[in-house]
Structures are given as C-alpha cells and as structure tokens.
C-alpha cells in the first residue's frame, strides 16, 4: 500500500505504476460532466485545479443550519463521459490526478504520459466507505449553477483508498482487460 | 203587523237560533282550533322529536364523515411513513440473496489482488451502509416502484403520496438530488418529474394487500445496458438461443467495469424496443436463487454466469474471477419481424425492496 501525501508533486505522480494500491491525503476537488463541459467550453476554472486531484463524484451533500456541509455519500462516477475534455484539463489546469471508475479512453492515457497525471480507480458504489474517508468539505464552487451533485466540492481526505489503472508512462489496465477478455470471448463462443 | 211582528219575533227567535247556532258553530269552531292546536301541538311535538332525531342522525354522520376522514388521514399519513421507509431501506440495505452472493465473490477471489481489495471494500461499504443507515451508493438511481393491488386502490392519490415521501427522502438525504431536466439541466433537487418516480400499478383482483417492489438503479450501470436487434451480422448471432447467448456475452465485454461489476443481468427475449427493456428490469425484481420455470432458460442463465467469469473482466474490471453475480431472463412475444434482446446491467450495489401493506396501509412484511 503506497500513501500519498498533501501536496501532491509531478515527481511523486510519475512514481506510480498500474496496479499499486494507494492510499491519498490531503485535499481533492470534486468535477464531473458539467464542470467538465464548463472549463471544455472556455471558461475560468472557480478554483485554482494547479496540483491538484479532480475526483469523478457527485456526492449526497447535506447543509447543516449553521451553513456547513455534510457529506453523506461519494463514490466515484463513471469517468469514461469525461474522455473528450479531460485532457485538456490536464493541459490547461495542471490537474496532476484523476480519481474515478470504469478507467478511461487512449486521449486521456495520452495526456496523463504528456502532462505528468495519472487515473486512480476508486471502488464504485462504495459511497459510504468513501465517505468516511472525507474529513472536511472546505468549499463549493459553481452549485447555484450546476446543481449539488454537478458542483466543484473541495473536500480534505485521510487516506482515501484507490487503485492505479493509468499510469503516466503509457499503461492503462483497462486497455489490457478489455483486450485479453475480448479475445478470451472469441475462444468461448 | 201582528204577522209581521210574529215574523219579527220568528224572525228574532230564527235569528237567536241562528246566533246560537253560530255560537255552537264558533264553540266548535273553537274546539276544533283547539283540537287542531293540539293537534298541530302534537305536530310540532312529533316534528321537533323528529328534528331532534334528525340531528341526532347528522352528528352521527358527521361523527361517521370525520373518523372516515381521520381514518383516511391516518392511513394516508401511514402510507407516507410506509414508502419513507421503503426508501430508506432500499437506498442504505442489500438483500439478503445479493449480500449471499457479494461474499461468495468475495471468497472466490485470490488474495492480495486489486480484485480482491475491491470486494473487501464492497462488502465493508455493505456493513457501513447499514449501520448508518445511509445510502450504499451516492448515485441513488431512477426510482422504480411496482405496486401490484387489489381492485379499488386510488393509484391518483398513492401517486401523489408516494411522491411526497420522496421529496422529504430526498430531504433527509436517503436519496441523492438525481432529477435533472433534460432541456434546460435543471435539478429542482427533489426526485419528481417527468418520468421521475418510475411508477407502474398493476390491479390483481386475487390479490388481498398492496404489494410494492422498490429499485433504485444508478446511472452508471443504467449506462452499459444494450438492445440487439437480431440478426447481427458483426457478431454472428442469429435467430435462436445461441444467437441470443452471443449479444448478451457481447454486452458484458463491452460493459467491462463501468457498470460497477460484479454485476447481475435482467434480461428479455422479444418484445419492442420499449416493453423489451421494461421486461428486462422486471427481470430483476426475481430473487437471485430462483429457478427459472423453463429449463431452456434456466441452462442459458448459469451458462451466461459461467461463460462470463472466465472472461477474466473482474470486480471493477480490475481483472479477476467474478464478472457477473447472476442473469435472469424472460421472454415476451414478438412480432416476426423483430427479435430484440433487451439485456438491463445491475451493479453490486443492487437496491431491491419489496413489502406487503395492511389494510392501514403499514408495512406489514418485507419480501427481500
């Protein structure tokens, strides 16, 4: 199991391989399909993303009378949606991590070899789990926008646990899965 | 004038009488207003006694109207905390027959593999779920809801109570703020609209108590769900069985991981294009350990499990032993010239609650 630690450096990053288990602290910023769509479009990022870890989520928030939040669930979304414009956020915002499910496609893989970033897999539907894992909700940025599960959520985190399946150097275990069981399939039908 | 006088006096002793007479006719008279006093006396009497029953009858009534109506209020209120209920236990708790196979896979995989780390977190995430009470998964899905009930149900008014209890569910956070207009992506942050509850009744005049089946099922595994139409050319898939076998081993190596697998198929053979898909949700509302009546089925069902987890896709498509942890299919009528496959993708985190209600309208058991 590899911790990796606030704040988060292209060295640290580019260390990582497909297959290691690690475990993240510090701080990560929620972004799915609407955010994604927002910065695709042009648009100034909220919230500067520099070193910083987009988490494929739309959580159950909960506010609280006093105006905090209460996060009740996030697990991640599935990433594969973002194919068309995570690259490019890599490019522009110099996000160096990218936490979600269902792996993604070769743009992405491109960028995470070009920009310094790498694809971590969070568990699916392990919303409670995960939950517990977030220590603070810090900020939201875009919610009156985009909605609560569309919003820019800036969560700090203890030891979120994912899996590396995209690395910076060029291996995606999504590719080799997908490949292997495709041939696989052909022997069995 | 003596004649005249006698007249007189005839006259004045006929006119007496007369007097008299009118007198004993006004006694009469008298007697008779007095008889008819008492008369209408008695009347009144008998009309107010008649009055007062009359009231007497419209408190009852009344006393009737209102414990009918405090009775359908109570009932409407317990229907209210019976779907809030539902909801929550649908959103935060797995069914048993799932919970059995989740560890099944769990034990099946090699230790200290990715597969294997994803199916601890899956089952802690069971655990946790529970015991606080709040959803498995973030994404709380299309609320599906099935009410099968006996003739006279008021489906207008279930609706519409059926509806409020969701608002407060996704108020207290049981469900997620998942209703998004698709023209203007709106999210009013209350689960209702167009298509939002997914609701279907179904009178049975057999049946005694209202029974309802909840599903809630997440986008990403909604995502991979695929409809063949057969012939397939590119996948050599004809007419028959093992045509049908071939799209559906398809659809679950192109689901990979992003259905959040290991994950269960409902599937339909026939139909159109939209009862086939509808089917196929049906299809998941069997309980994982059923046997399927028609022994065709039944083999092509284990053999989609088997053929499916050699295909070495794994929990989260991460590589590993479990791909599926169950298929179910039905089949509808066609016309001849189609022959849909309608194949639905249910995640791990397979939200399934069904209950039987009393005549109050209170949960009275739960079926899974």
Redesign the interface.
């Known amino acids: 199991m590899i911790k990796l630690e606030y704040p988060f450096t292209k060295d640290k990053i580019r260390e990582l391989k497909v297959g290691d288990m690690v475990l993240i602290s510090g701080k990560m910023f929620t972004g799915r399909d609407a955010i994604h769509k927002y910065l695709h479009e042009g648009n100034p990022s909220p919230v500067d993303l520099n070193n910083q870890i987009i988490y494929h989520c739309g959580p159950v928030v909960l506010e609280n009378k006093d105006g905090s939040y209460e996060v009740k669930a996030a697990g991640p979304t599935t990433s594969i949606r973002e194919e068309p414009y995570q690259w490019e956020v890599m490019r522009d915002h110099g996000i160096l991590g990218v936490i979600g499910k269902g792996g993604m496609g070769p743009k992405t893989l491109e960028g995470n070899k070009k920009y310094g970033c790498v694809y971590f897999h969070a568990i699916g539907g392990a919303a409670q789990v995960l939950a517990e894992k977030i220590k603070s909700v810090d900020n939201v940025y875009l919610k009156e926008k985009f909605g609560s599960p569309e919003a820019i959520w800036e969560l700090t985190v203890d030891e979120f646990p994912v899996v590396v399946t995209m690395d910076a150097h060029g291996n995606s275990l999504h590719e080799k899965v997908n490949t292997d069981s495709s041939n696989k399939l052909k022997s069995l039908l | 004038m003596a004649v005249r006088k006698k007249k007189k006096v005839a006259k004045t002793s006929s006119t007496k009488k007369k007097v008299a007479k009118k007198k004993v006719a006004k006694k009469k008279v008298a007697k008779k207003k007095v008889a008819k006093k008492k008369v209408a006396k008695k009347k009144v009497a008998k009309k107010k006694v008649a009055k007062k029953k009359v009231a007497k009858k419209a408190v009852k009534k009344k006393v009737q109207i209102a414990k009918k109506v405090i009775k359908k209020a109570n009932s409407d209120k317990a229907l209210f905390d019976t779907m809030l209920e539902l909801t929550r236990v649908t959103s935060a708790e797995i069914p048993d027959d799932v919970q059995k196979v989740v560890l099944k896979a769990l034990a099946r995989e090699e230790k200290n593999t990715?597969a294997e780390?994803?199916m601890n977190?899956?089952q802690?995430?069971i655990v946790?779920?529970k015991k606080?009470s709040?959803?498995?998964?973030?994404?709380?899905g299309t609320i599906h809801i099935f009410v099968e009930h006996p003739v006279g149900l008021d489906q207008t008014k279930f609706r519409k109570i059926t509806e409020k209890a969701i608002v407060k569910a996704t108020q207290v956070?049981y469900?997620?703020?998942?209703s998004?207009d698709s023209l203007t992506?709106?999210?009013e942050?209350i689960n209702i609209g167009p298509g939002h509850p997914d609701l279907h009744f179904k009178e049975n005049p057999k049946r005694k108590s209202v029974k309802i089946s909840m599903m809630l099922k997440?986008?990403?595994c909604e995502?991979v769900g695929a409809q063949y139409s057969l012939p397939n050319t590119e996948l050599?898939a004809g007419r028959d069985l093992d045509g049908v076998r071939?799209v559906i081993?398809?659809a679950v190596?192109k689901a990979?991981?992003?259905?959040?697998g290991p994950g269960v198929l409902g599937i339909c053979i026939g139909g159109d294009r939209g009862s086939g898909y509808k089917y196929s949700k049906e299809q998941l509302l069997r309980m994982l350990d059923d046997t399927n009546p028609h022994p065709d089925l039944k083999k092509l069902e284990k053999d989609i499990v088997e053929?499916s987890n050699?295909?070495?896709?794994?929990p989260?498509?991460?590589?590993g032993k479990t791909t599926l942890l169950g298929c179910k299919i039905g089949v509808l009528n066609r016309l001849p010239a189609s022959f849909f496959v309608s194949i639905s993708y249910m995640?791990?985190?397979y939200r399934r609650k069904g209950i039987e209600l009393s005549n109050k309208m209170e949960i009275k058991n739960w079926i899974y």
Do not use: E, H, S
Not at chain 2, 134 to 140: E, L
Not at chain 2, 256 to 260: F, L, P, S, T, V
Not at chain 2, 316 to 319: A, E, L, S
């Open positions: 990715t780390y994803a977190i899956i802690a995430n946790l779920a606080k709040q959803p498995i998964c973030q994404d709380t956070g469900l997620r703020q998942n998004v992506g709106k999210n942050g997440g986008g990403g995502n050599g071939k081993l398809d190596q990979q991981g992003k259905g959040c053929t050699k295909l070495g896709i794994g989260m498509g991460f590589g995640c791990w985190a």
